[in-house]
């Protein structure tokens, strides 16, 4: 029932840094794991990165060693630090906990 909101998005040129947020209206604490996700124009959505309450963090092949997920349980937010951006990581990226809804996502476009 717990609501995810994204934010942190922008545009960024090549090489560059953005944070991204995934903010609950909720505590997380009780969410077995949540994840970034990312859609790109004519490409299917992929997930990026999984974060559980425990256990492996687990990030796709293509953003490892630049990105970083994690979580701040009190104040029920889960992170997307993205480092050394590429034009092909631009997409819409969204957050979500195994729900079948999804938000509107936040914007990153990665361009000089």
């Known amino acids: 029932q717990v609501q995810l909101v994204e934010s942190g998005g922008g545009l960024v040129e090549p090489g560059g840094s953005l944070r991204l947020s995934c903010a609950a209206s909720g505590s997380i604490r009780g969410i077995y794991a949540i994840g970034w996700y990312r859609q790109a124009p004519e490409k299917q959505r992929e997930l990026v990165a999984r974060?559980?309450?425990?256990?492996?963090?687990s990030y796709a092949d293509s953003v490892k060693g630049r990105f970083t997920i994690s979580r701040d349980n009190a104040k029920n937010t889960v992170y997307l630090q993205m480092n050394n951006l590429k034009p092909e990581d631009t997409a819409v990226y969204y957050c979500?906990?195994?729900?079948?809804?999804w938000g509107q996502g936040t914007q990153v476009t990665v361009s000089s």
């Open positions: 979500n906990d195994g729900s079948i809804r």
């Open positions: 974060i559980p309450n425990t256990g492996v963090i």
